[in-house]
């Protein structure tokens, strides 16, 4: 199962954007979701995490009051609203479903993975 992340692009410091990840048909519908990142340089991140239905969400610290994750099981789609970005929050951003109905802040809990989108905040 690969999954299929877009939406990042070169922003300047304090605008928005919003990546969205597609899970193949209904595959992921009863797994949790995450979205991690990795900057050049840097070991991967978790960013954050949301339960199958919805009814749990994560967050680093780092994002926490800034991203909103959501997800429409209808669509087979996870977003990641990101507001007042900032030259931090740059690097690859990768979405990834859970072995289970809610995958927390391990990278080793997800299994299926997407390629990740390239989110670049200018200052």
């Known amino acids: 199962v690969l999954l299929q992340a877009s939406g990042g692009g070169l922003v300047q410091a304090g605008d928005s954007l919003r990546l969205s990840c597609v899970c193949p048909?209904?595959?992921?519908?009863?797994?949790?979701m995450g979205w991690f990142r990795q900057a050049p340089g840097k070991e991967r991140e978790f960013v954050s995490a949301?339960?199958?239905?919805?009814?749990?969400?994560l967050y680093a610290d780092s994002v926490k009051g800034r991203f909103t994750i959501s997800r429409d099981n209808a669509k087979n789609t996870m977003y990641l609203q990101m507001n007042s970005l900032k030259p931090e929050d740059t690097a690859s951003y990768y979405c990834?479903?859970?072995?289970?109905?809610?995958?927390?802040?391990?990278?080793?809990?997800?299994?299926?993975w997407g390629q990740g989108t390239l989110v670049t905040v200018s200052s």
């Open positions: 949301i339960s199958w239905n919805s009814a749990s969400t």
């Open positions: 048909r209904r595959t992921c519908n009863n797994n949790g």
């Open positions: 990834a479903a859970a072995r289970g109905a809610w995958g927390s802040r391990g990278a080793d809990n997800y299994a299926y």
